[in-house]
């Protein structure tokens, strides 16, 4: 059965970090593009960071330079490190994967590409 798992969200103030993981079973990250979404109540769920099979990444303009996403094959596990967080960095954190190629693994991929969610993990950054 494929699952993501996330955790690593908690609270924090702003300026401070935090490293959410992304724990896959079922299949290997490294065969598919993985995502990191987030959302908060009344908005629409919003795409962060992605990483493609070759490990290319690609961020929202609103976290370029302060998030990173990486994985590790190994460990079947995708991350995201939260550096310099801000109050708008809070809600809740998705991690997603599909594996319809790199062309569609980008941030403003359309939710539906992507055919596996995790439970969420949430954030909540204080100012």
């Known amino acids: 059965q494929v699952q993501l798992v996330e955790s690593g969200g908690g609270s924090v103030q702003a300026g401070g970090s935090l490293r959410l993981s992304c724990a896959a079973s079922?299949?290997?990250?490294?065969?598919?593009?993985m995502g990191w979404f987030r959302q908060v109540p009344g908005k629409e769920r919003e795409g962060v960071a992605t990483?493609?099979?070759?490990?290319?990444?690609i961020y929202a303009d609103s976290v370029k330079g302060r998030f990173t996403i990486s994985q590790d094959n190994a460990k079947n596990t995708v991350f995201l490190q939260m550096d310099r967080l801000k109050p708008e960095d809070s809600g809740m954190y998705y991690c997603?994967?599909?594996?319809?190629?790199?062309?569609?693994?980008?941030?403003?991929?359309?939710?539906?590409?992507?055919?596996?969610w995790g439970q969420g993990t949430q954030v909540t950054v204080s100012s």
């Open positions: 079922g299949y290997s990250p490294a065969t598919n593009c």
């Open positions: 990483i493609d099979t070759d490990g290319r990444t």
């Open positions: 997603a994967a599909h594996n319809l190629g790199s062309g569609l693994c980008y941030p403003g991929t359309p939710h539906r590409v992507f055919r596996t």
